[in-house]
């Protein structure tokens, strides 16, 4: 079963593939109006989820003294295939496994030696645990580039909806993130509510701030960089949107 993921999540994880080293939890928060430590909250979450499953450098090997970098396609019989990758992992210059849901050509592996004859002793050792490798290849280069549906032009309305779900009878379960200077931040439930910033038919179902999901009670006060989590019984409205976007 797959995990729901937010625009806030989504965000994160672009950046991450974008440039893990370089960004930081204060540039992402920046960008989606929430707190530093709901980023770093939410990248623990991810990674708790087996979501994030590391970071990882990209090496360019011919550079580094001229090392080979080579492509395996091997294949394996379907029940055989988790146990043999797991064995082919362990064979010195192996860095790299990919399997495949079909039948032939179902495990890649790429390998780096110093030279061919290490090369030939890969592939040798990939035989020997059974593996039938159908093809190999010199590799010139690789490039990865972050999934495009978790940036930034993706989002549903700027910065302000994080998340969106509609629900049968025209309800809808949407997070907002406060803005600062807006005219619900600094303001309890209770006083939202009697100047009528929030829909009587709207509930207020949690209020994430920093590492914290908070119970929302009519005198939690709500502050910028919050994501707050709205049940609207009819449907979002723009007068309630406007009461967490900054005019």
């Known amino acids: 079963?797959?995990?729901?993921?937010?625009?806030?999540?989504?965000?994160?994880?672009?950046?991450?593939?974008?440039?893990?080293?370089?960004?930081?939890?204060?540039?992402?928060?920046?960008?989606?109006s929430v707190s530093p430590g709901t980023i770093r909250n939410?990248?623990?979450?991810?990674?708790?989820?087996?979501?994030?499953?590391?970071?990882?450098?990209?090496?360019?090997?011919?550079?580094?003294?001229g090392r080979l970098t080579n492509l395996y396609l091997c294949t394996s019989?379907?029940?055989?295939?988790?146990?043999?990758?797991?064995?082919?992992?362990?064979?010195?210059?192996?860095v790299g496994i990919r399997q495949l849901m079909k039948g032939q050509r179902n495990i890649h592996i790429t390998a780096v030696g110093d030279d061919m004859r290490e090369l030939n002793r890969i592939a040798n050792d990939l035989s020997m645990l059974g593996l039938e490798i159908e093809e190999e290849n010199l590799l010139q280069?690789?490039?990865?580039?972050?999934?495009?549906?978790?940036?930034?032009?993706?989002?549903?309305?700027?910065h302000t909806i994080a998340d969106f779900m509609e629900l049968s009878g025209g309800a809808e379960v949407v997070e907002l993130t406060v803005d600062s200077g807006t005219d619900i931040a600094g303001l309890t439930l209770s006083e939202a509510n009697k100047m009528g910033?929030?829909?009587?038919?709207?509930?207020?179902?949690?209020?994430?701030?920093?590492?914290?999901?908070?119970?929302?009670?009519?005198?939690?006060?709500?502050?910028?960089?919050?994501?707050?989590?709205?049940?609207?019984?009819?449907?979002?409205?723009?007068?309630?949107?406007g009461s967490f976007t900054a005019r």
């Open 141 to 158: 280069g690789e490039q990865r580039f972050p999934y495009h549906k978790f940036g930034p032009d993706d989002t549903q309305d700027g």
């Open 42 to 65: 939410r990248i623990s979450q991810l990674e708790e989820a087996g979501i994030l499953r590391g970071y990882h450098a990209m090496i360019d090997y011919p550079r580094a003294d």
């Open 197 to 241: 910033l929030l829909q009587s038919e709207d509930l207020v179902v949690s209020v994430e701030r920093d590492d914290e999901i908070l119970t929302p009670r009519g005198d939690t006060t709500i502050q910028p960089d919050d994501l707050v989590t709205l049940f609207c019984q009819n449907g979002l409205n723009e007068t309630t949107v």
């Open 1 to 32: 079963m797959s995990d729901r993921l937010d625009e806030v999540d989504k965000r994160i994880l672009y950046h991450l593939m974008r440039d893990a080293r370089n960004i930081s939890a204060a540039k992402i928060a920046d960008e989606v």
């Open 77 to 94: 019989p379907v029940p055989d295939r988790d146990r043999l990758s797991k064995q082919a992992a362990e064979i010195p210059g192996v």
